[in-house]
């Protein structure tokens, strides 16, 4: 055929399974649209990149590829001459020399960098002649025949007499295998995959109160417990010191995995994980902040194990509450543990708490890092409490009183300045010495001046004169969830135990030992109750998916049998995923392995609908050359040649499909860390493995990929297996209503 017209009946014969396969791959992200809270915010931008690659996909398939196809595509490959290819090869290798010989010499890595890409353009071509051309032949024209030979003896003997029934009932069982061991061996189930902090911070918390002298001479003991811990020889090496010429000078022995290790005291200080950050001044808190060098320079050295050395080897301060946690990634979450009291009266929930906490403590539950109550009762306080009858005899208004104090504490703006060619205005407060606001005898000495209303004088009257300091306590904050009042026992988990089966023994300790007062309810939230949360998001969204996707077939096909092959093929594919977490021992992750099997649903799709459109059009075309309406179905020894051509036929894309995807994805899988830049500029790619994306599109990865494994096997045998069985029922459905009607019609008396 000419090209124009062959490229016309390709994309006729092609587009609506294409734009129904998409649409339906499409479709299934919708509902991750709907995402509620702020992981629905932080992971939104997911399905927004798939819908957006996915109709640009379609685009560029039924547009751009069939204009490219129809005017430079080929049957036959034209073959460079040989001596041509070397000709080439070498002006692009002396151009490139010459090139990066000028970056060298420059010091300019972008002209290295192309010199090099020159070169490596004439060696790829001379690869491709000798080694891929040569390769591609033997793929398409020796393996791939003999692929599909086999595939073709082997789907044969699973269409013939019964074995369709035994694959079927087979498949189902493998399904109830893979839940079975699902139960027996179950994987570690994490709310957000465990990654390997970028930094460790040490909070450090003393009795509200505490000077900020005395907080940061504890923080220098919890600093030198810290320093003990990353200061070891197995994190030091030997580098060489240069000087400003890079000549070597000397060498030295450095921590090549900690960057920096900074203790703070006092404001911004506070554990964002408990929910409590304080904005204002916080004299009693600390935090020591140790950070680490980026991945690939960490020699191998996984700093959860440095998390888990901190956390025993810190051991605080007696009276004071030391927490080591480290970098999140993702959004905020609640601690791991975390209990709320909630009732009306705020001294018996404190008391609540208290007890709570103390029976956990006494069960000594492994994994517990270090139990703490969100709310203090003993938070200092000195009201100054005012005399109102003395005041008023003495025309002294409250507000005097409050603002000298205030004053005094916190400092007053009195005027402004401005150094000269400055555009800014600078501050003038006043306020008292520190020697004098630190002392309550000064404070209550200090006198108000004012101008007596009555007399019109100027007037001096000591604060102690209407007034009186009193010391006391209070409760360091009152919080309220839905108009109750709320007190929360938290606390993290120690590295290396699992958030959940720590939480799950608290629960059973519990409900077997400890009794909640009756004017209180007790719940577990923070990150248990957004794990459960996103979770049964993310199981609404999956049923969703196969619900919407089964309509938008059920429009395609105008038939019930082949929307339910395809949902049997999703819910199959979970097969590969479930084997997969169970036979190399992985984390099951709630956000992002859900996230793989929803994502999985469009592949499957996909695949099916390009294998079973194709049978369709076998089935009508074998229709009308038997002369049969399109009501009648054909004979089932039709029905299963013509599913074995639709096999063989749809093979390669299908196969294709799948190993591209598995082979897109597995560099994110293993964590394949490239520099394509460096390879060039440096003639160093910085090749390592693992890193901080690994553990976040890791889950995600392997999920699409035992799917994609498994599902493939379902699209190339399970389908036309299933095809098989639903027109052979169809076939006995139609010969059973033809014997009726011969039955009926000769029964009938003749005319």
Do not use: C
């Amino acid at each position: 055929e000419p090209a124009l017209k062959a490229t016309k009946l390709a994309v006729g014969e092609v587009t609506m399974p294409i734009i129904a396969a998409t649409t339906a791959t499409v479709m299934v992200f919708v509902p991750l649209l709907f995402w509620p809270g702020i992981m629905g915010e932080f992971m939104k931008f997911l399905p927004i990149t798939f819908m957006i690659a996915l109709a640009s996909s379609l685009f560029v398939a039924l547009v751009v590829n069939p204009a490219l196809a129809s005017k430079f595509m080929k049957v036959e490959e034209d073959h460079m001459p040989t001596r041509k290819m070397w000709r080439l090869a070498i002006i692009l290798a002396v151009v490139g020399a010459a090139v990066g010989a000028l970056g060298a010499g420059t010091q300019s890595p972008f002209l290295f960098g192309i010199g090099m890409l020159t070169i490596f353009f004439g060696l790829m071509g001379v690869a491709n002649e000798k080694l891929f051309v040569p390769a591609a032949h033997w793929f398409q024209y020796t393996w791939l025949p003999r692929l599909e030979a086999r595939y073709e003896s082997f789907l044969r003997f699973a269409l013939a007499k019964h074995h369709p029934r035994t694959f079927l009932l087979g498949t189902v069982g493998l399904l109830l295998l893979a839940f079975i061991l699902l139960g027996i061996f179950p994987p570690r189930t994490l709310f957000f995959p465990t990654n390997e902090p970028m930094f460790i911070n040490v909070f450090i918390e003393a009795p509200i109160g505490t000077d900020i002298l005395k907080t940061d001479s504890v923080t220098r003991i919890v600093e030198k417990q810290v320093m003990k811990v990353i200061d070891v020889p197995e994190y030091k090496e030997v580098r060489e010191v240069r000087n400003e010429n890079g000549d070597v000078i000397g060498s030295d022995t450095v921590n090549f995995l900690v960057s920096s290790v900074i203790a703070q005291v006092g404001e911004g200080t506070s554990d964002p994980g408990t929910g409590d950050v304080e904005l204002s001044a916080t004299p009693h808190k600390a935090r020591i902040q140790v950070s680490f060098v980026k991945y690939a320079d960490r020699h191998g050295i996984n700093t959860n194990d440095v998390l888990e050395r901190l956390q025993a080897g810190v051991t605080g301060y007696p009276g004071v509450v030391t927490t080591v946690v480290k970098n999140a990634d993702g959004p905020p979450v609640g601690k791991p543990i975390n209990i709320e009291i909630r009732g009306k009266e705020i001294e018996g929930l404190l008391d609540e708490a208290e007890k709570v906490k103390a029976f956990i403590e006494d069960k000594n539950v492994p994994g517990v890092e270090a139990l703490r109550i969100d709310i203090d009762r003993a938070k200092p306080e000195m009201p100054i409490v005012i005399d109102r009858e003395k005041a008023r005899r003495l025309n002294v208004s409250t507000y005097q009183v409050a603002d000298a104090i205030r004053t005094a504490l916190f400092g007053k703006e009195v005027s402004t300045f401005r150094i000269e060619g400055d555009d800014d205005d600078y501050e003038i407060n006043v306020r008292l010495k520190d020697q004098y606001r630190y002392s309550t005898q000064q404070l209550m000495d200090m006198r108000i001046t004012f101008r007596d209303m009555l007399t019109g004088q100027i007037r001096q009257v000591p604060i102690s004169a209407v007034a009186k300091a009193e010391y006391a306590t209070t409760f360091s904050a009152i919080k309220r969830k839905d108009l109750d009042r709320v007190v929360t026992v938290s606390s993290n988990v120690i590295a290396g135990y699992n958030n959940n089966e720590v939480v799950q023994q608290i629960k059973d300790e519990m409900a077997n030992g400890y009794h909640v007062d009756d004017r209180f309810n007790l719940r577990f939230t923070g990150e248990q109750e957004d794990m459960a949360k996103d979770m049964n998001f993310l199981m609404t969204a999956f049923l969703v998916a196969i619900f919407v996707v089964f309509l938008i077939i059920v429009a395609q096909f105008n038939s019930i049998s082949y929307p339910v092959i395809v949902m049997s093929t999703v819910v199959f594919s979970t097969i590969g995923v479930f084997l997969g977490l169970i036979v190399f021992r992985m984390d099951f992750i709630i956000l992002m392995t859900m996230l793989g099997i929803i994502s999985l649903i469009g592949v499957v799709v996909n695949n099916a609908i390009v294998l079973m459109d194709f049978a369709r059009l076998l089935f009508q075309r074998e229709q009308r050359k038997l002369g049969l309406d399109e009501h009648t179905v054909i004979p089932n020894d039709a029905s299963r040649e013509a599913l074995v051509v639709a096999g063989r036929t749809r093979l390669r894309p299908v196969l294709l499909t799948a190993v591209t995807a598995i082979l897109g994805l597995l560099p994110l899988a293993i964590g394949l860390n490239f520099n394509f830049f460096t390879l060039f500029s440096e003639l160093d790619p910085h090749i390592h493995m693992g890193g901080d994306n690994v553990v976040f599109w890791g889950p995600l990865s392997w999920a699409v990929i035992y799917g994609l494994i498994f599902a493939t096997f379902l699209t190339l045998i399970m389908v036309p297996v299933m095809l098989l069985i639903v027109q052979k029922i169809k076939h006995r459905r139609q010969w059973k209503k033809q014997l009726r009607d011969a039955e009926k019609a000769a029964a009938q008396p003749a005319p």
